[in-house]
């Protein structure tokens, strides 16, 4: 399969842990991004990355929200300190660089925060 | 983000019907973007349009580009019970960087 892959599809947590999605996108997509979708709402933008560095963030990732993408291939989303308000569906997206518009999403880790 | 607003919110019909759902935007885009999601996956892209007045198809499915550029429609031909989901139609506004604005979906359910 070569779309992107997120992981975990699914994640339950207790209010105030750490949790860290991983997202894995097509291959030769240098551009990557993570939205965040909660329920009847479309994907809302959180962060952008080219290759491996981070070149926009929303005012929606706050300080508890951090992104990586070390080696410009797959990212890490990490939240700490969850909070109810961030049970959600995460998703990471990719382009090609002369395509930014298309982005092809991947299924989404569904975090719910209890 | 500058807002995007999707009519109709939510569509019940037939199949074999032809179905018709639009996007408007108070400001210009660059770009329209379709796509459709399913329940529990990630939206999935169907078409994208870069220029005002572009008519683009994809199958069943057909997309116009609005000449103002701050509209787009998206019209269903012989819909099958296969096209529900949810359309969520996505734009890219002038000096935005690289976030898609989406709007809140139009919700499609297609009866047998």
């Known amino acids: 399969d070569t779309g992107v892959s997120q992981d975990p599809r699914h994640k339950i947590t207790k209010r105030g842990q750490n949790v860290t999605f991983r997202c894995d996108p097509i291959?030769?997509?240098?551009?990557l991004y993570w939205y965040r979708q909660t329920l009847g709402q479309g994907p809302e933008f959180l962060t952008y990355?080219?290759?491996?560095?981070?070149?926009?963030k929303s005012r929606l990732l706050s300080d508890r929200f951090s992104a990586e993408r070390p080696k410009g291939s797959f990212s890490t989303l990490e939240i700490q300190r969850t909070e109810q308000g961030d049970s959600a569906m995460y998703l990471c997206?990719?382009?090609?660089?002369?395509?930014?518009?298309?982005?092809?999403f991947g299924q989404g880790t569904r975090l719910t925060v209890v | 983000g500058q807002q995007l607003n999707q009519s109709p919110q939510s569509m019940f019909i037939q199949e074999g019907e032809d179905v018709s759902m639009n996007c408007t935007s108070s400001s210009i885009f660059n770009t329209w973007l379709w796509y459709k999601q399913d329940p529990g996956e990630g939206p999935v892209l169907l078409i994208a349009l870069y220029k005002a007045g572009e008519l683009t198809s994809n199958g069943r499915l057909t997309a116009q580009f609005g000449i103002t550029r701050k509209d787009s429609f998206l019209n269903i031909s012989a819909s099958i019970p296969s096209d529900v989901g949810i359309y969520f139609c996505?734009?890219?506004?002038?000096?935005?960087?690289?976030?898609?604005?989406f709007g809140k979906g139009t919700s499609l359910l297609v009866t047998p």
């Open positions: 996505a734009g890219h506004p002038p000096n935005s960087g690289y976030a898609l604005n």
């Open positions: 990355f080219q290759n491996e560095a981070q070149l926009e």
């Open positions: 291959s030769e997509h240098n551009r």
């Open positions: 997206a990719s382009s090609l660089p002369r395509r930014r518009a298309e982005a092809f």
